[in-house]
């Protein structure tokens, strides 16, 4: 589908979402309504990222990692995650 008919069957102009692509706009409550609506989505669904099987697999390593750890390693590991993320996010 087209940015155009997109932007169409969601009423909105395709520049607000070349915005949201480019994320230089977060939509509001509303459009993802919308969005979820027009598709048939759930917010879930279209927010959050399908997890691959190569993720999947780190994300099972990393689970049973974190099954034996104490909150404050919970915590500590929580606070790494948020710096390392940040950091790939401003490359």
């Known amino acids: 589908m087209t940015q155009a008919k997109f932007a169409e069957t969601i009423g909105l102009s395709v520049e607000a979402i070349r ?23 759930s917010p879930v669904d279209l927010l959050i990222p399908a997890i691959t099987d190569d993720q999947s697999s780190v994300i099972s390593a990393i689970n049973s990692k974190l099954k034996d750890c104490e909150p404050t390693e919970l915590n500590s590991i929580n606070a790494m995650v948020d710096i390392i993320r940040m950091t790939y996010r401003h490359k």
């Open 19 to 41: 915005n949201i692509e480019h994320q230089k706009y977060t939509p509001s409550a509303n459009t993802i309504d919308m969005i979820c609506n027009k598709f048939n989505l």
